[in-house]
Antibody
Framework: EVQLVESGGGLVKPGGSLRLSCVASGFIFSSNTMNWVRQAPGKGLEWVSSLSYNSNYIYYAASLKGRFTISRDNAKNSLYLQMNSLRAEDTAVYYC????????????WGQGTLVTVSS | QSVLTQPPSASGTPGQRVTISCSGSSSNIGTNTVNWYQQLPGTAPKLLIYSDNQRPSGVPDRFSGSKSGTSASLAISGLQSEDEADYYCVAWDDNLNGPVFGSGTRVTVL
């Protein structure tokens, strides 16, 4: 059974940093492109970042303006999102999602981890 | 402001057919495939339709997708109470170099 489990969310002050993790199981993690997608409270879905299976291809949403860094450790079946210079508008549930059939086809999602940026 | 435009809401009675539209442009829907996600209250999104009109294993055939030009549609036939959810379309955008989501449509079963 495919499972994606996020962690690392919490309350952080504006300007602060946070590192999210996603541990995968039930599939060959090193074969799949992985993504982060977020959802602000009461709002829609917003794609954040994508990382290819071998880390050769990395994409970010333009709105992030270089503040976030995606990475992975295939030996640990883990995906990461380092978030710096956090702003109130980064408050959201962050989902880890596996890509399949195409770069915008996310066939499995984690349960999400809530990041709250507030003073 | 989402790149893909969806109506904010749609509704129907049990058994009816409901259609949700998703309007984009030549840089996204016009050249790339469309996927649809269902998000039940308080849960993570679930892949409903991929590659315009393909259903993943386990998705009822009441759900169908189609695309024409720069627009796509999701149809739910034989609407059921458990279909009450938010529905999102998404497609890769060649200009933005990433997936773009629609604003979402909340389906209510009357």
């Amino acid at each position: 059974e495919v499972q994606l489990v996020e962690s690392g969310g919490g309350l952080v002050k504006p300007g602060g940093s946070l590192r999210l993790s996603c541990v995968a199981s039930g599939f060959i993690f090193s074969s799949n492109t992985m993504n982060w997608v977020r959802q602000a409270p009461g709002k829609g879905l917003e794609w954040v970042s994508s990382l290819s299976y071998n880390s050769n291809y990395i994409y970010y949403a333009a709105s992030l303006k270089g503040r976030f860094t995606i990475s992975r450790d295939n030996a640990k079946n883990s995906l990461y999102l380092q978030m710096n210079s956090l702003r109130a508008e980064d408050t959201a549930v962050y989902y880890c999602a596996r890509a399949a059939h195409g770069p915008s086809t996310f066939d499995y999602w984690g349960q999400g981890t809530l990041v709250t940026v507030s003073s | 402001q989402s790149v893909l435009t969806q109506p904010p809401s749609a509704s129907g009675t049990p058994g009816q057919r409901v259609t949700i539209s998703c309007s984009g442009s030549s840089s996204n829907i016009g050249t790339n495939t469309v996927n649809w996600y269902q998000q039940l209250p308080g849960t993570a999104p679930k892949l409903l339709i991929y590659s315009d009109n393909q259903r993943p294993s386990g998705v009822p055939d009441r759900f169908s997708g189609s695309k024409s030009g720069t627009s796509a549609s999701l149809a739910i036939s034989g609407l059921q109470s458990e279909d009450e959810a938010d529905y999102y379309c998404v497609a890769w955008d060649d200009n933005l170099n990433g997936p773009v989501f629609g604003s979402g449509t909340r389906v209510t079963v009357l």
